[in-house]
């Protein structure tokens, strides 16, 4: 799996329910490359895609019981590499989350 399609699937699951249109906005893709994205992925039985009970012709995106396991594989097998990467690093995992939250929180900061 590669890590575009993890990362749709796991903001699939953290927006809980978007529409394709909410999605391409948040991954900062356009929406035909979202389209085809999910489109295969529900071909392989990850995610499928539902009227949204709001109405119109928007349509939303919720993992399917599947989906949802790849996402937790997927995010545990990254999480290893990352943590074996920090410790080749010889760095602390502990302050290298610490810092890394540091720094995302200074990334949401108004400039």
Do not use: H, I
């Not at 799996?1 to 909410?22: H, I």
């Not at 991954?27 to 529900?42: I, N, Y």
């Amino acid at each position: 799996m590669s890590y575009s399609r993890f990362l749709l699937l796991w903001a699939v699951g953290e927006l809980d329910g978007p529409t394709q249109r909410a999605l391409a906005e948040w991954l900062g893709l356009t929406e035909p490359s979202v389209s085809r994205m999910t489109a295969l992925l529900a071909s392989e039985g990850l995610l499928v895609v539902e009227d949204d009970p709001r109405g119109g012709n928007r349509r939303r995106l919720v993992l399917t019981g599947t989906g949802e396991e790849v996402v937790v594989r997927c995010g545990r097998l990254l999480e290893d590499k990352v943590d074996a990467l920090v410790a080749k690093a010889g760095l602390s995992y502990d302050a290298f989350r610490r810092d890394t939250a540091k720094l995302l929180a200074a990334l949401e900061e108004p400039t």
